[in-house]
């Protein structure tokens, strides 16, 4: 089992930046490919990143390619989302996201362990 708690969001100006993180409790994180979702009000939840166990492989969604970078530190059982270039249509509550086996990385299949979310609110 892994329990997962998100930080780091908060209110912030169009063009800012913000770096969200997400603390793992488990004993081996290496199992584990790692993704942040979000959702905004009255919409479904939605892939923005996802890294492979071992921090090589990485993927984004079209929305933010180019404007976050997910990366984890194994050693700290630790996953982050640089979220530079923000734009209020990036406004939702973001959600750290674990599975094993996963086979496509942008689905919330095999995605067993959730977060609570954490608030990102982009002005204008």
């Known amino acids: 089992q892994m329990q997962l708690v998100e930080s780091g969001g908060g209110l912030v100006h169009a063009g800012d930046s913000l770096r969200l993180s997400c603390a793992a409790s488990?004993?081996?994180?290496?199992?584990?490919?790692m993704a942040w979702f979000r959702q905004a009000p009255g919409q479904e939840r939605e892939f923005v990143a996802a890294i492979r166990w071992s921090g090589v492989s990485t993927y984004y969604a079209d929305s933010v390619k180019g404007r976050f970078t997910i990366s984890r530190d194994n050693a700290k059982n630790m996953v982050y989302l640089q979220m530079n270039s923000l734009k209020p249509e990036d406004t939702a509550v973001y959600y750290c996201?674990?599975?094993?086996?996963?086979?496509?990385?942008?689905?919330?299949?095999?995605?067993?362990?959730w977060g609570q979310g954490t608030q990102v609110t982009v002005s204008s």
């Open positions: 996201a674990g599975g094993s086996h996963i086979v496509e990385p942008s689905s919330l299949e095999r995605y067993y362990h």
């Open positions: 488990v004993r081996t994180f290496t199992n584990y490919d």
